[in-house]
């Protein structure tokens, strides 16, 4: 596994050059080259899906194993270059369905037995009553296994029923083994949400759910949004740690 190298494709509506902006200097930050990808602009979580899948099917045409999608609300946290060095270094090769790399967890999940680095997004717990599932998919990796099986979300009766990651974590996460590193390397930045209209707290929404389900905690000087964002702009890169 090398996440450094997988082609990147960054997906920015053309009338949100101020997004554009904020994502080059996250890219910036990580040292990450990328591909820019205007994205299909319906204002829906149809227009994602479409960009999404757009981007797959340029995956398929240039033969590429993976392919990294990244929407240009992506926050990177300061660990996160420190962990991706450590998954590319010491992780190896094993096979995958889908690595999402900054979820929203709505329910619990468990360490992963063969990759130490990662959890595992396939073989869940019993699910509570008041849990839901999987979602977001603002930075993912799709293999070329599950090229096919995205694009079936194209069909008449599936697009715009589905939101993507509803149809990622119904569909596809159970049949393709998948995984999350052990804490999440890009989390939303809380702002306007172009596909559901409105104002959301996504960066505290993720990293609290991420501390309620998973084993491995954000250490609480990361959740501070504002500590990252000035931890960036001084381009200092922290150390990859969590807590149980």
Known sequence: MNITSIPKFVVNLERRPDRLEYIQKEMDYMGWEYELFKAVDLNSHRGCTLSHTEIIKIAKERGYD???????DCSFLPYSKNLINKIDTESGDFEFGIINLAPTLNRKVN??????????????????????????????????????????LEKPEKLGYYAIDDYI????????????????????????????????NNFYTQTYNWNLYSPYKIPNEFLDYKYNQITKQNNEHKEFKYEN
């Open 66 to 72: 993976s392919v990294m999608v990244i929407e240009d």
């Open 111 to 152: 360490r992963s037995e063969e990759n130490q680095l990662f959890l595992d997004i396939t073989n869940l717990p019993p699910k509570l009553e008041h849990e839901r599932g999987v979602f977001a998919t603002n930075m993912i990796i799709y293999h070329s296994s599950v090229y096919d099986d995205v694009l079936e």
């Open 169 to 200: 974590y119904q569909f596809i996460l159970p049949i393709k083994q998948s995984y999350s590193p052990i804490l999440p390397i890009a989390p939303q930045m809380s702002s306007w949400s172009d596909v559901s209209q409105g104002q959301y």
